[in-house]
């Protein structure tokens, strides 16, 4: 299980980076990031992510008939999204470079 406060800001990146594969709606995003390995993450918290990435103009929605009940709402990303999604995948090799060095991950052991 992964601590929530790691979870903090990077999630509305995993859900974003989701999205920009496809148009998606919330119960595929979920399925999906359960398949990453997000499995304790409810479907009632990916909602409001989207919602605020929505906001955010970062992605757009559109509601479509759906074979299976009622309609849906699809996600797509937009060119402001792909940008956000550009400088977090910046920001995060950034910081797994450092984590990983404090840490001597792929490298040698700190001898003290």
């Known amino acids: ?16 980076k989701v999205i920009s594969k496809q148009e998606t709606y919330g119960y595929e995003i979920s399925q999906q990031l359960q398949e990453y390995g997000f499995t304790d993450i409810a479907e ?33 990303i937009t060119p402001a999204g792909e940008k956000e999604l550009e ?11 450092a984590v990983n060095q404090v840490f001597h991950i792929g490298g040698k052991e700190d001898e003290h």
């Open 87 to 97: 400088t977090f995948i910046a920001n995060w090799r950034e910081l797994e470079c």
């Open 1 to 16: 299980m992964i601590p929530s406060q790691m979870l903090k800001g990077t999630l509305e990146n995993c859900i974003l």
């Open 44 to 76: 009632g918290t990916i909602y409001p992510l989207l919602l605020r990435l929505e906001k955010n103009g970062y992605i757009t929605a559109e509601y479509r008939e759906s074979a299976l009940g009622p309609k849906r709402k699809y996600f797509s």
